[in-house]
Structure formats: structure tokens, C-alpha cells
T-cell receptor, first 112, second 111 residues
Framework: SQTIHQWPATLVQPVGSPLSLECTVE??????LYWYRQAAGRGLQLLFY??????ISSEVPQNLSASRPQDRQFILSSKKLLLSDSGFYLC???????????FGEGSWLTVV | GENVEQHPSTLSVQEGDSAVIKCTYS??????FPWYKQELGKGPQLIID?????GEKKDQRIAVTLNKTAKHFSLHITETQPEDSAVYFC??????????FGQGTELSVKP
């Protein structure tokens, strides 16, 4: 069966510091991969999605970037964090045909 | 652009009662409508989904209905239990497989 792992689970970082959140998927090949952010208002905002290695699409302009160095690995990064980057970040995957999306357990980021 | 409206934002019911959450979507090309349940501090979990060629789908106490003409779809939970308390999200597909989510409904089931 397919599983998705995301880490770290919680992170407290000072303003201006770098960020790296990592996500891996097991049990499937060539998945679509996604990074979502969930702010306190509950809404799920799509940040990035990827249909293959090195293929990244950004949905919203922001202080973050994403990379997909391997088929089942997705990384969310920032060079300099802002206070507004605080939130709950969720990695997700779907089959290559899209549609059903499965989420990881999320990473809480607090920028102080 | 694409949009999904979800109502109500909060819902409180007595244990054993039914709960209904409604969503509307804007993209007439949407053909896949999942529902997710999110417990505090965890990632959303898929609980039921429906595709545009079906008007209703049921899984035990949970059912989803879809009206493509009106661009409405709804989640129905019958015989609610305290463990049903969570935030529920609807979503609609767009642009070849991506999902746009509603703003969520916080359901509270009081024993």
C-alpha cells in the first residue's frame, strides 16, 4: 500500500532563517506531488504541484520554492523565512492521472 | 477563477442527529468531488468521493449527493457520534487533476 511521510512534524524558526520540509511517498511510481498550506482560517491553499522529476508549478507568488530531486521526493524550501510563512504545511500525492489526493500528517511551522 | 463555497462554517448537532454540509463550485468542467475529514493537528483524510456520472453515493452513515446542473454537492452524516467531530472539507477538481477546497466546516457532535 502507498504511504506518505513528511518531516519534521513541528518546527520553530527565526525570521530570516532558511527552511526545508521534506516529503517522500512509498508504494507508487510517478505520483503527482503537492504542497499545501493551511493557515489559521482552515482553508487549504495549493502552493506547488509536480507531475514529474524537476517539473514544478507554482500556484501563488510567495517566499517559498519547491524541488523534486527524485520521483517520490518533494521538498519545500525558503532562503529567508518571514513571519507570514507560519502555518501548517501539508504534502500530498495522487496517481499520475490525478484526482484522488492523499495527504501526509503535516508540518507545523512557527516563524518567530 | 475556480471557486468552491462551503456552508456552514460551523455546525453543532446532538449525538444521533444528522448533519448536512453543502458546497457549490464554479467550474463547469469539474468532474470529481471528494470530501475530507481533518482532526486536530492531523492531515485531512479522504472519507468519500463522487464523480460527475453519479448523483449519489453512500458508505454506511455517510452519503454524498451531486447536482451538476446547479453545481451543488452535499455531505450527509446520519446517526452522528462524538467521534465525527472534526473539520470537514469539500473539494472540486480543476485543470486536469488538481483540487480546489472549500473553507471547511467545523462539526461538533454533543453527547
Amino acid at each position: 500500500s502507498q504511504t506518505i511521510h513528511q518531516w519534521p512534524a513541528t518546527l520553530v524558526q527565526p525570521v530570516g532563517s532558511p527552511l526545508s520540509l521534506e516529503c517522500t511517498v512509498e508504494g507508487t511510481s510517478n505520483p503527482n506531488l503537492y504542497w499545501y498550506r493551511q493557515a489559521a482560517g482552515r482553508g487549504l491553499q495549493l502552493l506547488f504541484y509536480s507531475v514529474g522529476i524537476g517539473q514544478i508549478s507554482s500556484e501563488v507568488p510567495q517566499n517559498l520554492s519547491a524541488s523534486r530531486p527524485q520521483d517520490r521526493q518533494f521538498i519545500l524550501s525558503s532562503k529567508k523565512l518571514l513571519l507570514s510563512d507560519s502555518g501548517f504545511y501539508l504534502c500530498a500525492w495522487s496517481g499520475s492521472s490525478g484526482n484522488t489526493i492523499y495527504f501526509g500528517e503535516g508540518s507545523w511551522l512557527t516563524v518567530v | 477563477g475556480e471557486n468552491v463555497e462551503q456552508h456552514p462554517s460551523t455546525l453543532s448537532v446532538q449525538e444521533g442527529d444528522s448533519a448536512v454540509i453543502k458546497c457549490t463550485y464554479s467550474d463547469s468542467a469539474s468532474n470529481y468531488f471528494p470530501w475530507y475529514k481533518q482532526e486536530l493537528g492531523k492531515g485531512p483524510q479522504l472519507i468519500i468521493d463522487i464523480r460527475s456520472n453519479v448523483g449519489e453515493k453512500k458508505d454506511q452513515r455517510i452519503a454524498v449527493t451531486l447536482n451538476k446542473t446547479a453545481k451543488h454537492f452535499s455531505l450527509h452524516i446520519t446517526e452522528t457520534q462524538p467521534e465525527d467531530s472534526a473539520v470537514y472539507f469539500c473539494a472540486a477538481s480543476y485543470q486536469g487533476g488538481k483540487l480546489i477546497f472549500g473553507q471547511g466546516t467545523e462539526l461538533s457532535v454533543k453527547p
